[in-house]
Structure formats: C-alpha cells, structure tokens
C-alpha cells in the first residue's frame, strides 16, 4: 500500500454527519455508487474539522458476508484484508487492521467499529502523517460518529447482498476501465464462485443489480449449473422451496445475444429468481439483464444481472453487459472442463485443445505465454511450424504482432490494408483464404469480435493435405482469440495511460 494523498476541500463540523446522509437507495433498488461515493466524500471533509486526517478509509459489512469499501476508491487498489466481525471485531482485528497502514508510513492510525445493537456493520480506518494526532479526545470523537453511522450503515448492510463478498465497490469505475477491469477479474478468478463475486463487483459500479449470475449448460438437456455455486432450490418466500427459473431465463434469449426484461414476473412456468436477500425474506427479481457467452460460435454459458425493482435497465446496459460477456466468454468456457470439476456434458477429445486454449488466454497475464500455449493448443488439432497475426490500426492500416515477441503496438510499424495479402478477409470479401511462402503455406482467417473484423490468424505448414479443413479448425481457434487481442486494441487506442495488465505486454 502507497499512502493517499491529503485531499482538498471545505471542512465542517463533525457534528452535521447525520445531516449529510443522503438518500443513498430507492425503495427496492440497490444503492447507488455515486451517491456512496459523495456521502463518503462529504463525511470525511465533516469528520476532519474536528478530527484532522489524511485518510478516511470506511468499509460496510453486509448481512450475508464480506466487506465493501465505501471510500476512498483508491485503497480499492491495495486489497486491504479487512476483517470481518463475527459478530463484532475484536480487538486484535482492530491492531491488525492499523498495522496496515502503519506499514505505509502513516504516523498515526485509528480503527473504530461501527456497531448496531450486537453486530459490527462496518468500521472506519483513519490515517495522519502526523505524529500523535488521534488522541483520547479525537477517539471519544469518532466512537460518537460511529454511534451516529450505525443506523444508516445498518440499512446499507441489509441492502448490499449482490456485492457482499466483494473487496470494494467502485463508484468511479467507467466503461473505458471496463475491460481491464473484468480481464483482471477474469484472469485472477480461481473458481466459479470466485468469478462471480469479482464480476459483480466490478459490473455493480456501472449497472448495479442485487444478483449476478454466470450459468453454464448442465449435465441434463435444457439444465443449468450456476457457477456461484447456489442451490437450484433455495427458499425465497414462506411457500418452501422452488426451483430457480433458469431454463425459462434462457429461453426467452431466442436467437438474440443479449436480453432485457422490464418484468420477469410475468414467467408463464410460475417460477421466479431470487435475487434479494438480507435480513427479511428474499424478493424475486423483477427486472433482468443478459448476455449469452459465446466461445468459438458455441454457447458457453449466460451472464445474468438481476435487480428487485421494476424496469431497472435500459437498453444502453445491454451494450456494456455484451462487452462483459466477450471478455468473459474464454474463461467461463474454461471452466466447463473437466478439471475444473463442473457437473456438466463431457467435452469430446475434439473439443478439448479448443477449451485449454481458451483457459490459458484467460488465466495468463502475459500475451507471449498466453500466445504460445494458444499455438501449442492449436497444434494438437491443426499440426504446424508457427502462426502469424495482423491487426487493425484505424480502417486503413494493420500491424503485425509477433506472436513469439510481442511488443506495444506504438512500436510496431503500419503496413498499408492495401498492401496486406489479407485485405480480403478485412473485408469480407473471403471466409479464408491460402498464401505461398518459402517452401511453405499459410492458410489465413479473420480474427472477429462481434461481427467486426479485428485483424486476422495466419497458420503455417509445410503443407495442408486440405486447406479447407484447416481453416475450419483455425476459424474455431481465431475466435477464441479474437476477444483477448481486441482488448489489446482498445488499450493501444486509449492511449499510454491505459492500464498495462490488459496491454499483457512486457516493454522495457
């Protein structure tokens, strides 16, 4: 951990922090990020007057587990290891909770719980680089704000449960963070659960839900296994238990990639998803968002937001919600195998260089690794001596990347789409195609995201016994593919302040 630097801004009394809480919710809705974010913002410029600080860091504890960060969003990046009450902090989770920032340089540390009656429902970490500044008077201060808190973090905490196990909830996040984001979760996920909690922490900020859920096909046809590791049956109402409306969900996608419902009542089996939870009876979702995950030109799987309150969504969320699903697409895929330990169909001999590809683009941080066990995946079905890629730069230029040393994309020089051997295939024109080298061939074929053409994959061979046959396996390979090199797109696009985690390229 760095220490945050001291904010700037108008103090005023300690006194008013009941009086700057906002309405952070609607009625059946979940909080508000930006909201969250403000109130924080607000509190900590009150507490200051009469508790000087340079950090207010401030954490609430939902009802079904976890701790959420409420601010600074910059300590999100830190992953401080908050302890969770059980059902109050002790006292050496406190000492434990200071060390932290201690270790980083802060001269002076207070942690103080925030308690409801017999529960701890979050707790506030305080850092000075002032030596001695929270004396007894500065802690009789902020026990007294702690007091005052309770009530509304209460509320928070029974209203939190789709992000419950989360590290933090990160009101700042935008849609150009967005991919780097949901790689990283992607790429550090270790299981199913794992990357639901990571997902719906990082999705909450831009389209806030009370579930999330990432669904692969199941073992019976028209049967779903949720990677969250949730019961089919659950009890939602004093009715008893029923199944989850999982089949009847998916099957409203039809033949659309994305789905939007204003109303999920209106389920004609009479079943419905339980999204809400806290201390009442958990509430059916009303509004639904989803985006079906595609590997390949195959369905791995569905991702599912799911909100209590009435038409929710709008059709904007379902652009973000698509760019979620293609990023996510490979690993969700990966973790159908068999040695994830799914309870799914097998996956054939044929099917399985296929999904180890797309594990290891997914679960590695560097794209020459990532690259060279794609291409060791791709040679168990489609032998050969090495693979090329080209990709778009504007609409009238392409780079080639060199699989084996990939570089940035700034130094790599432009080739003309007039000149490229492959203009077709950006085109459209050709599905693939063939071209002579050095006592060798390559067979081409585009790498395609959305329906867009981004660049495209060059296989090599001393020779094909039939080309047509090996760009029908390359094309299933390409699409695997395609997803992570556009991310290093979009990253080259951003510009030199993009985060290097999604760029996955090692520069000097």
């Known amino acids: 951990m760095r220490p945050i630097q001291p904010r700037d801004g108008t103090r005023t009394g300690a006194g008013e922090a009941d009086a700057l809480v906002p309405v952070l919710q609607h009625e059946g809705s979940a909080p508000d990020p930006v909201a969250l974010s403000t109130w924080h913002l607000a509190l900590a410029s009150s507490t200051a007057v009469e508790v000087p ?10 009802t079904s587990g976890g701790a959420v960060l409420l601010g600074p969003s910059a300590l999100a990046q830190d992953h401080v290891p908050v302890p969770i009450p059980a059902p109050r902090l002790l006292q050496d989770d406190l000492y434990r909770l200071e060390e932290i920032l201690r270790r980083a340089q802060y001269a002076s540390v ?52 789709a992000v419950a196990a989360h590290a933090a909830l990160e009101p700042k996040m935008s849609g150009e963070e967005l991919p780097e984001h949901l790689a990283r979760a992607a790429c550090d996920s270790a299981s199913g659960p794992d990357l639901v909690r990571r997902v719906s922490g990082v999705l909450y900020a831009l389209i806030p ?23 089919t049956r659950r009890r939602w109402s004093s009715a008893g238990g029923r199944p989850e409306a999982y089949a009847d969900i998916v099957s409203r996608f039809g033949e659309q990639e994305t789905l939007l419902v204003e109303d999920l009542a209106q389920l004609e089996s009479g079943s419905e998803w339980p999204v809400g939870g806290g201390p009442g009876p958990v509430l059916p979702a009303r509004s639904l968002l989803g985006a079906r995950l595609t590997v390949a030109g195959q369905c791995a ?15 904007e969320d379902e652009d973000i919600l698509a760019l979620a699903g293609l990023i996510l697409a490979p690993r969700v895929a990966a973790l159908r195998t068999p040695e994830a330990g ?45 693979i090329s890629l080209h990709l778009r730069r504007g609409e009238e230029e392409v780079i080639a990347l060199d699989p084996e040393a990939p570089r940035p994309f700034a130094d790599l020089p432009p080739i003309p789409v007039a000149e490229f051997e492959g203009a077709d295939l950006l085109s459209g024109e050709r599905e693939w195609l ?75």
């Open 53 to 62: 600080h340079d950090l207010f860091g401030l954490w609430v504890f939902p």
């Open 110 to 161: 207070i942690a103080v719980p925030i308690r409801q009656e017999t529960r701890d429902v979050g707790v506030m970490l305080l850092g000075s680089f002032t030596r001695a500044a929270f004396g007894p008077a500065q802690a009789v201060a902020l026990y007294r704000l702690a007091g005052s808190l309770a009530p509304t973090m209460n509320e928070l905490a029974a209203s939190m449960p």
């Open 209 to 231: 839900h009370d579930r999330l859920e990432i669904l692969v096909p199941g073992a019976a046809v028209n049967s779903f296994v949720a990677l969250s590791g949730a019961p």
């Open 301 to 315: 799987g569905y991702l599912l937001l799911g909100s209590v309150a009435h038409d929710a969504y709008r059709p």
């Open 342 to 386: 799914m309870r799914t169909e097998p996956v054939t001999p044929q099917e399985l260089p296929l999904v180890r590809a797309a594990d290891v683009l997914a679960s590695t941080g560097h794209l020459g690794q990532g690259l060279a066990g794609f291409a060791a995946e791709l040679g168990q079905l489609l032998p050969h001596q090495g």
């Open 434 to 508: 063939v071209r002579s080298l050095d006592e060798a061939e390559e067979v081409m074929v585009p790498l395609r995201v959305a329906g867009r053409t981004v660049g495209t994959l060059g296989v090599r061979s001393t020779g094909f016994a039939s080309p047509r046959i090996a760009a029908a396996i390359a094309r299933q390979f390409a699409d695997v593919l395609a997803p992570h090199l556009e991310l290093l797109r979009r990253g080259a696009a951003a510009g030199p302040g993009f985060p290097r985690r999604v760029n996955m390229v090692e520069t000097e």
